[in-house]
Each structure stands twice: as C-alpha cells, then as structure tokens.
C-alpha cells in the first residue's frame, strides 16, 4: 500500500479509532498470520532489498556478560551515499539525514543488506497477541495512554498516531539491564567535552513476566537510575526516574553533591532540558523519543522504506570514544545502515501549547517500535534538530535495542554523542537477578554521592 493510500485508509477510520482503540478478531488473527506477532509486515518487499521476517536473531545459550561483539563484522557495505549521489536514494531518507548530508561534506552513509534480527520472548508475543483486541486508549492528565494492557506492545495494528508512539513509548529493552557510558557534547569547532561518565540501572516492571496486571495510569513501565562518575565536577551526582503509563505519575528525583540533598525535579517534562544530558537535550529527546503527549497533535502518515541506523553493533567494536567523535559527526566507519519499513508520524505543537519545537517528524521501525529516526523544526519552521539511535541486536535478550543516539543541532553546528560506550567493560548487560527496587529509592542516592 501507497503512503497516499495508507494515510486515507487511516483518515476513514478515524471515527472508529477516536471511539475504542482495540481490533476485532478477525484482524487481530493476521499477528498469527500476514504479520508478525509485534505487528510488522512479514512478508518482505517486492525487489528483495528487504527481506521477510523469519524470526530474527535468537541466542540464548549465548551470555555476555562483557563487551559485545558485531554478528556483521564480516560484511561490507553495499554501496554509500554521499552528498553527491543523494538525489538518487532521496525517496529514502529522511530529510533531517538529507540536510545533515548537505550541510557536512565528510557525512557519509554506508548502506549494508538488511537484517531482519529483530526478536522477543514469548511471552511477549502472548501478551501482544491479548493486548490487539482488549487494550484501550484512555485519557489522563498528560494525554493518552494505552489502558489494560499486558508486557507487550498495546497496539499492534495501530490506527491512530498516539497508538504509534505509545507502542514506543513501552519499547522493548528487557525487564532489566545495565549501561556503562559516556555522554559527549562535540562543539561547533570539533572539540568533545565530555558531559558525563556514568553507570545506568533500569527495571521495565510493566514488562515483568510474573505481572498479570493490566496497565493502568499509574503502572511504571521505566525505572532508572543514573549514577555519574565523571567528570570530577560532576562525580557523585544521581538522578532516578520513574515513568508511568500516565506520565502525570511519573517521579523524577536529583541528587547534587555540592548541596547534599536529594531535590524532585518539579516538571520532567517534554522541552525541559534533562540533568541526565547536563542540559543538552530536552526530556522528550531521550533515546530520541520519550514522555507524554498532550502537548501535540499526532498524525499518522503511513509506512515507507527508509535508510536507518540499525543493527548497530559496529559501534560497540571501537576501542576508544575518540575513534566514534568526528569534529563534525559521528565517523561513518563505524556507523551501520540498513534499509527497513518504517511507521511515520507527525507531531504537530497544538494551538495555545508550549514547546520550543513546533514540530516533528518521527520514524518508527516496524519491527521493533524503536524511534529510529526524528526531524524536529524550529518556530519558523526551520529545521533544527536530527536525531537517530544506534539500535543494537542481542541475540541472548533476545531483542533489537536502542543503545546510544545523537542529537545533531543543524543551527548551531554542534551534536550530542548520548551513551558513547566504545571504552566501556560492559556494554548492555541483561541484569539477572533484576536489580532490586531499593535502588530506585529516592533516599538510597544520598548514601552512595561521594566524591
């Protein structure tokens, strides 16, 4: 189907979606047939540049508990694209990805064969299949979000935007996992200044296998917790947060060592610049989209083939942050892109709401929900901000899963490289037993702050 013949399929349905969210039955059988149990297209496209999905890549017995190997390490790119041969891939890139090769002429982009690796546990699959036909689209004090779901994906055959970044919003990334990285701000004359050295703990209670609760307002389905080591003026700082489904729940808390006391942050929220990213970047920006919604209108456009980072693994080979930090972007070298269908939306600054953007573009990938991709326009409508992750296969969660993004500031010249990890000891570590809730206690940060 046509983008143009999506996006009228979609706007004959919008009095059904506005009223009750779920599918029939006989719709939500196609998770068992023509699509995948996660709702993607099964079937691959019609010239074979991308293939159909046969059940991604899944390594149990393999553990790692260190750094993480590239399963793609032997291949070669298929072709490149550079600014001047642009125009002969320009329906596939998103504009964000056309001005970054235009404005930067050392930006390149290495187009590998697609793998589709993509994966999940049963149970999610089950909980999918269940949340097609019973979850629901409920309004609370942040906007919508997904009511009576189960660990999984709430709308699987979405009709409506909001059902598109709520699918996103619960992306899969394990019931809990570890991050050790680096945040660096690379200025507009090439210099990286490192933000923050940190260690990253995170529970998905929504995505607990033993929960046989239904989402309400108040399920969590975040809880991290973020400890900096460096650089020394920032050493011992902590921030937790978490996130419900009702983000008008959600808990944000701060501990800075020069005033000895934890502080809740009053409004962690959409264009608020987060502690997490020393101010760099804005809530909402976090793995390039996160939060709640009622500050926007939510179009969904359609679906299209698009050039994405994607399993992203190349990234994780590099042995010094150095290698990763271009002056004017992230080395090509290491950077991996991939051809795959995509969920596009609209996000459009509703009449009378605040927000530094006044509007973006997001690319959701249709395997996984991961925000693959987000164009974000100034109040002139002048485009600002581009903004990618680098999605990472692990075959032992099993999952595709955003690790790392860039934040690209086209009006300033400057990026933020978020969770640089080249120089880490452990990269993605699926934390087993699950780190235990006291962590994300408040009051435990003021124990462990100390310089």
């Given at each position: 189907m046509t983008l143009t013949k999506l996006a009228l399929a979609l706007a004959l349905t919008s009095v059904t979606a506005a009223t009750y969210a779920e599918v029939n039955p006989q719709e939500a059988a196609r998770l068992q047939s023509d699509l995948t149990p996660v709702g993607a297209q099964k079937a691959g496209n019609q010239n074979g540049t991308i293939p159909a999905w046969t059940g991604g890549m899944v390594d149990p017995k393999v553990?790692?508990?260190?750094?993480?190997?590239?399963?793609?390490?032997?291949?070669?790119?298929?072709?490149?694209?550079?600014?001047k041969n642009v125009g002969e891939h320009s329906d596939k890139l998103s504009d964000g990805v056309k001005?970054?090769?235009?404005?930067?002429?050392?930006?390149?982009?290495?187009?590998?064969?697609?793998?589709?690796?993509?994966?999940?546990?049963?149970?999610?699959?089950?909980?999918?299949?269940?949340?097609?036909?019973?979850?629901?689209?409920?309004?609370?004090?942040?906007?919508?979000?997904?009511?009576?779901?189960?660990?999984?994906?709430?709308?699987?055959?979405?009709?409506?935007?909001?059902q598109v970044v709520l699918n996103s919003l619960v992306r899969w990334r394990g019931e809990s996992w570890v991050k050790e990285a680096r945040n660096y701000q690379v200025t507009a004359d090439g210099k990286p200044v490192l933000l923050s050295d940190i260690v990253q703990y995170n529970t998905a209670p929504y995505y607990f296998k033993e929960n046989t609760?239904?989402?309400?307002?108040?399920?969590?389905?975040?809880?991290?917790?973020?400890?900096?080591?460096?650089?020394?003026?920032?050493?011992?700082?902590?921030?937790?947060?978490?996130?419900?489904?009702?983000?008008?729940?959600?808990?944000?808390?701060?501990?800075?060592?020069?005033?000895?006391?934890?502080?809740?942050?009053?409004?962690?929220?959409?264009?608020?610049?987060?502690?997490?990213?020393?101010?760099?970047?804005?809530?909402?920006?976090?793995?390039?989209?996160?939060?709640?919604?009622?500050?926007?209108?939510?179009?969904?456009?359609?679906?299209?083939?698009?050039?994405?980072?994607?399993?992203?693994?190349?990234?994780?080979?590099?042995?010094?942050?150095?290698?990763?930090?271009?002056?004017?972007h992230i080395n090509p070298d290491y950077m991996r892109w991939e051809l795959h269908r995509v969920w596009v939306v609209e996000a459009t600054l509703k009449p009378g709401k605040r927000h530094v953007v006044a509007k973006s573009t997001y690319y959701f990938d249709e395997d996984t929900w991961i925000p693959v991709m987000a164009d974000r326009s100034d109040a002139k409508g002048q485009l600002w901000r581009v903004l990618y992750p680098t999605p990472t296969v692990l075959p032992d969660l099993p999952g595709v899963v955003p690790n790392g993004f860039t934040i690209y500031d086209l009006q300033a010249g400057t990026y933020l490289a978020a969770e640089v990890a080249a120089e880490s000891k452990q990269h993605y570590r699926i934390a087993s037993p699950r780190v235990r809730d006291s962590y994300f206690a408040p009051e435990s940060m003021a124990g462990t702050g100390v310089r």
């Open positions: 553990v790692y508990e260190g750094r993480r190997p590239d399963p793609f390490a032997d291949e070669k790119p298929l072709f490149s694209i550079t600014a001005a970054l090769l235009d404005k930067y002429p050392t930006y390149r982009i290495d187009v590998y064969k697609t793998h589709r690796t993509a994966a999940f546990p049963q149970y999610v699959y089950d909980n999918t299949f269940k949340n097609a036909t019973v979850a629901t689209l409920a309004t609370g004090a942040s906007g919508v979000y997904a009511q009576g779901a189960y660990g999984g994906f709430p709308f699987p055959i979405p009709q409506t935007g909001e609760t239904p989402s309400a307002g108040t399920t969590s389905y975040w809880n991290t917790r973020v400890d900096t080591k460096g650089p020394a003026i920032r050493a011992g700082e902590a921030i937790i947060g978490k996130q419900t489904v009702d983000e008008a729940n959600s808990n944000n808390w701060v501990y800075l060592v020069g005033q000895r006391r934890v502080r809740k942050l009053p409004y962690a929220c959409c264009d608020t610049p987060t502690p997490a990213l020393a101010g760099v970047a804005s809530f909402d920006e976090f793995e390039v989209r996160a939060g709640q919604l009622d500050r926007f209108d939510w179009k969904l456009v359609g679906k299209k083939e698009l050039y994405i980072p994607y399993n992203s693994n190349r990234t994780l080979t590099a042995t010094q942050d150095s290698q990763l930090l271009g002056p004017k």
